[in-house]
């Protein structure tokens, strides 16, 4: 039998395993009782030395059809909205920013909507992903004293309709969605001007521009000043931030470059970065600006949005604009992330016929060269490298999991050097073992397959605005431990503690040291070996939690209708 787990094999597999779905769940558990024996001698299991990766190879195209589930009712008021955003899932995605954006957008077209996303035309978008890709418009838009020819690019990606806007000049050029060889900070100017000056020239005027994050946070600024005075009229603006940590910070000079006058913005109640008054020179903030100019500010989970009135630089101007601040807890796409439809997992998997996933935990150790263990707990983390996250945690874990004689495969890339290279040699000293894998790179078939394999999903943020993981994690079947922080405690429950017990679906720590850390997991390893009845409960109950979008996109439509005009 060959060692590469072939198209062929793959498709066959597929099939073998959807009819696990078919089978009764008393024969599947039988024959899965020892997963060294799946009783299937035809399925090619991948292994560590496989030419090309498991998670390399080629799958079925997704379905990501928004059809609206039956019991998803259209909304009488239909409006146009056009988000407008540095990130989309999956063609520019780095974090939870590109999935939000395309998870909210496709709940708000299956409730009836109308919904555009304007994107930049990034050199390294995945094309392969967009279909009927078209030149729409060519047109000027301004940029330091000259007129940037421009073209607009319409596809669509996942169902959603997508507007591209390429500039003729150097920005968005790359292999990476961030960190190109240009001004960052001068291409979003340009970006955000460039899409109001696309609805100016094309007519096209929504009820609502939805911005996100700093990089789009001069675009009210640039409505009400410049294009309201033009032909813009009818549009109000909603800005959803997603991380406070990154504020866009400009100097005035800067600002002037995409054509407003800078020092206009320099002042407490507009833009300044209060931090900097008296500094030479003062420095404005993209995102204050967004918030004082914007027609409604949203942040992604309730929580974050206390946490962020109490403390940050940031928090006066939100006590300021406290009537039009609201926390939203994000949703996840549950077309997407659908373990029982997931082209990339070998076997799928719901609530009601968890057996799949056995498959899947075998699948990836079996490809990752860990032990084939069923009995082992095995965690999983997959997240940006970042300071946010909890490294010194996520290190932590590793060293915990092995020591509670469980396994852990962290999934992660880091944009900052120094911590990248720790990770690689904390890698060479741990992935040479059965039980621990280090995996430094970004794969979003992979991330499917951890998920779908993972028995726990460790997020040990340091903040957390709402987080995608835990909820992903849930989803497909991991049971979460995470820090009790922003949208993580929003929605992952102690199961330990009497007072949530109706909610209860998790592992909950509140300190950063790494005592607190494993006092979570232990408990978690704990319940998952000695009491496994219970586990299987929890792992249905997180599974059948309802993080869907439509839940999420019901409250931004209340807080569109609130702010739109005619
Ligand atoms: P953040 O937006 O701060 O990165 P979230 O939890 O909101 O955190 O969203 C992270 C998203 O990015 C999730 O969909 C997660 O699966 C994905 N992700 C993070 N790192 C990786 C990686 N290395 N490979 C694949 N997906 C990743």
Same mark, same amino acid.
């Given at each position: 039998m060959?060692?590469i787990?072939t198209?062929?094999?793959l ?9 696990l ?7 599947v ?12 001698g035809e ?7 496989d030419?090309i990766?498991?998670?390399k190879?080629?799958?079925?195209s997704?379905?990501?059809s928004p059809?609206?589930p039956?019991e998803?009712?259209k ?7 056009i988000?407008i955003?540095?990130e ?9 920013l590109g999935d939000?954006?395309?998870g909210?957008?496709?709940?708000c077209?299956s409730?009836g909507?109308t919904?555009?996303?304007m994107l930049?035309?990034y050199e390294c978008i ?5 279909s009927?890709l078209a030149?729409?418009t060519?047109?000027?838009?301004y ?15 996942s169902?959603?309709p997508?507007i591209?806007?390429?500039?003729s000049?150097?920005?968005f050029k790359g292999?990476n969605?961030?960190?190109?060889s ?5 291409a979003y ?5 460039a899409?109001?000056e696309?609805?100016?020239?094309t ?5 609502i521009?939805?911005?996100?994050e700093?990089q789009?946070g001069?675009?009210p600024?640039?409505?009400?000043d ?13 800005l959803?931030i997603?991380n406070?940590?990154h504020?866009?910070?400009?100097r ?5 470059k995409?054509?407003l006058?800078g ?9 300044i970065?209060?931090?900097t ?9 993209l ?6 100019y914007s ?6 989970s309730?929580?974050y ?6 403390s940050g ?11 039009k601040?609201f926390?939203i807890l ?8 659908n ?6 997992l070998?076997?799928?998997f ?7 996933k ?9 490809g !990752?060269?860990? @032990?084939?263990?069923? +009995?082992?707990? $095995?965690?999983?983390?997959?997240t940006r %490298?970042?300071?946010q996250?909890?490294l010194?945690l996520?290190?932590h874990a590793?060293k915990?999991?092995?020591e509670?004689?469980g396994?852990?495969?962290l999934l992660?890339?880091s944009?900052?050097?120094w911590?990248?290279?720790d990770f690689?040699d904390?890698?060479? !000293?741990?992935n @040479?073992?059965?039980? +621990?894998r280090i $995996?430094?790179?970004y794969?979003?078939? %992979?991330?499917?397959m951890?998920?779908?394999a993972a028995?726990?999903v460790?997020?040990?943020s340091i903040?957390?605005p709402?987080?995608?993981a835990?909820m ?9 431990v995470?820090?009790k ?9 102690d199961?330990d503690?009497?007072s949530n017990?109706e909610?209860?679906?998790g592992?909950?720590?509140?300190g ?7 006092w979570a997991?232990?408990r978690a390893f ?6 496994p ?7 249905q109950?997180v ?6 979008w439509n839940?999420?996109?019901g409250?931004?439509m209340?807080?569109?209708?609130s702010i739109?005009?005619?």
């Open positions: 060959p060692a787990a198209m062929k094999s498709a066959f597999m597929n099939k073998w395993v959807s009819s779905l078919l089978v009764p769940s008393k024969v558990t039988e024959k899965l009782g020892c997963p060294a024996d799946f009783g299937f399925l090619v299991w991948p292994t560590p030395g030419e990766p498991f998670w190879n080629k799958f079925p997704r379905d990501a059809e609206a039956a998803i009712e909304d009488s008021n239909l409006m146009h909205i988000h955003t540095a989309m899932a999956p063609i520019a995605k780095v974090g939870g939000v954006v395309t909210l957008a496709r709940a077209l409730r909507h919904v555009d996303i930049p035309f995945q094309k392969q992903e967009i009927d030149l729409i060519t047109y000027n838009s940029h330091d004293g000259n007129w940037v020819a421009t073209n607009a690019y319409h596809g669509v990606v169902s959603i997508v591209f806007i390429e500039p000049n150097q920005f292999k969605v961030y960190g190109g240009y001004n960052e900070l001068e100017l340009f970006f955000s001007r899409c109001l696309w609805m100016q020239v007519g096209v005027q929504p009820d521009i939805h911005v996100h700093w789009i001069a675009l600024l640039l409505y009400w410049m294009y309201q005075s033009l032909s813009l009229k009818k549009p109000r603006i909603v959803t997603h406070m940590e504020y866009g910070e400009c005035q000079e800067q600002l002037s995409c054509g006058d020092s206009i913005y320099a002042s407490v109640e507009k833009a970065d209060d931090r008054i008296g500094h030479n020179p003062e420095r404005l903030s995102l204050k600006g967004g918030i004082v027609n409604a500010v949203v942040t992604v309730p929580t949005l206390k946490e962020t009135l109490c630089w940031l928090a006066s101007v939100l006590i300021t604009h406290r009537d601040y926390g994000n949703g996840i796409d549950t077309v997407i992330w373990p029982a439809t997931d082209a990339f070998p076997a799928k719901h609530a009601q016929k968890p057996e799949g056995k498959i899947c935990k075998y699948y990836i150790q079996k !990752l060269g860990l @032990k084939s263990e069923g +009995t082992v707990p $095995l965690v999983v983390c997959i %490298l970042v300071a996250k909890g010194h996520i290190t590793i915990r999991a092995e509670l004689g396994q852990m495969i992660g890339n944009p900052v050097h911590v990248q290279k690689e904390l890698a060479n !000293l741990h @040479k073992g059965t039980s +621990t $995996l430094l790179m794969s979003e078939e %992979l991330s499917h951890l998920y779908a028995d726990i460790l997020v040990p903040y957390e709402c987080g995608l835990q992903i994690g849930m989803r497909y079947g991991a049971v979460p995470v820090r922080t922003g949208g993580l405690a929003d929605t992952v429950f199961v503690d009497p017990h909610k209860a679906n592992f909950v720590f509140e950063i040291d790494e005592g607190s850390l494993n997991l232990d704990r319940h998952f070996i000695d009491k009845e219970e586990w299987n409960r929890i792992v109950k599974m059948e939690n309802d993080n869907s839940n999420a996109a409250k931004y209340e807080i569109y209708n739109r005009v005619g």
